[in-house]
């Protein structure tokens, strides 16, 4: 039964309303990928910073409640080495706006997805992004500094199994590392029936190596694919962030609207969508931020912990959305990286 709470809109200055969430439920993660984290000496949060469950529902509650939030998306770090996680999707998994269920996806980068696929299904998760930048193992473990290609491989088939659909592969492109493999990238994703989205690489890698000349654009993405699957723009889907395209002979399983039947690309360097942005992020320690690029963030979790009422956290979210910017300024000279990288921050 949806809950019978009606909710007030979250609107920021530029009148975007607010309506998907992502959480970051741990800033640890088994692999060590070149665009996101150094090989070693991240600092971890100490195991008391990071949110508990109870209090991610709690902040979730609030959201969901208070301001209709739609969609919930578990990120990290790589959400899935926080123990005993379907507790935790289960809980989420409760949480209705006067709308009804919320939808609980994550993004995880696949590698124990054949453990751990049936329980979070069962727990209620409703759909997971995969990530995958190559096919090729050797590749592979340079990019992730782990030699672990056939358990992500077979960790999508088991998402597949468990019925989460659509399984959505994540693919960040970067020049000189991956674009040559963005058309077998593509056929993958036809053969396998996952609908393939490209990641411009964007500046949030821990390394700070990020250049813009690094960066493989949507229409190179696009142009490549197009010569040899041939191609057209599909609808805009509101505040999604891919732009998505169709293959015109419908892919390889006879559904043109299935998952094989398209791709996405995520063009935020080159061809931001800030207009329409409706998204919000929590870390792993609680703090709220109003853009991937945010330099500043609102500590929710010290104010819950320091015994906050559900009203006074809400203000600080309103406060907090208020600043929310036009847009990010990677392409300005006056950019600044936030001091956070895309793990500690949550993708
Ligand atoms: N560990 C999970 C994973 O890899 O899917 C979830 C967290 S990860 C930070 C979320 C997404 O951010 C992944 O799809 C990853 O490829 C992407 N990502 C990480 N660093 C990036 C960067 N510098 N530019 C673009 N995308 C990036
Ligand atoms: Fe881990 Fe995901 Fe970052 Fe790779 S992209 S290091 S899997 S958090």
């Known amino acids: 039964m949806a809950s019978n709470v009606e909710h007030q809109d979250l ?151 468990a019925g989460f659909a659509p399984v959505k592969i994540n693919a960040v492109i970067e020049r000189g590392v991956n674009d040559d493999e963005i058309v077998a990238l593509a056929t993958y994703g036809r053969e396998q029936n996952v609908e393939m989205r490209f990641i411009e690489f964007m500046p949030l890698d821990a390394g700070g190596h990020w250049v813009n000349d690094q960066v493989v654009g949507q229409e190179e993405i696009v142009e490549m694919i197009n010569a040899v699957y041939p191609i057209e723009v599909m609808p805009a889907r509101g505040a999604a962030p891919a732009d998505r395209f169709r293959y015109l002979d419908g892919g390889l399983h006879g559904d043109a609207t299935g998952p094989g039947g398209k791709i996405g690309i995520i063009p935020t360097v080159t061809k931001p969508f800030c207009g329409d942005c409706d998204r919000v992020r929590l870390t792993s320690d609680g703090d709220f931020r109003t853009c991937l690029f945010a330099t500043k963030e609102f500590g929710l979790l010290a104010a819950l912990r320091s015994g906050e009422t559900d009203d006074e956290i809400a203000a600080r979210i309103e406060a907090a959305v208020a600043t929310k910017w036009a847009g990010h300024q990677i392409n300005q000279v006056n950019f600044t990286r936030p001091a956070k990288s895309m793990s500690q921050i949550g993708g």
């Not at 969430?21 to 991240?42: A, H, Q, V």
């Not at 969901?64 to 935790?88: F, K, M, N, Q, S």
């Not at 759909?127 to 190559?134: A, F, G, K, P, Y």
């Not at 340079?142 to 672990?148: A, K, L, N, V």
């Open 11 to 161: 609107i920021d200055p530029f009148g975007r309303v607010i309506e998907d969430l992502r959480i970051s439920i741990t800033d640890r993660c088994n692999f060590r990928c070149t665009y996101c984290m150094p090989e070693e000496g991240m600092k971890w949060l100490d195991r008391s910073q990071v949110m508990s469950f109870e209090e991610i529902e709690h902040l979730a509650r609030i959201f969901v409640e208070r301001y209709g939030v739609r969609g919930i998306r578990l990120t990290g770090g790589e959400p899935t080495v926080r123990a005993h996680l379907p507790v935790l999707v289960e809980k989420l998994a409760k949480l209705e706006n006067a709308n009804g269920p919320i939808d609980l996806s994550m993004t995880t980068n696949g590698a124990t997805m054949r453990l751990v696929a049936g329980g979070l299904r069962e727990a209620g998760l409703k759909r997971v992004n995969i990530s995958l930048d190559t096919l090729d193992r050797e590749k592979f473990a340079r990019m992730t500094r782990r030699d672990q290609l056939d358990n992500v491989l077979d960790g999508i088939v088991a998402s597949q199994e």
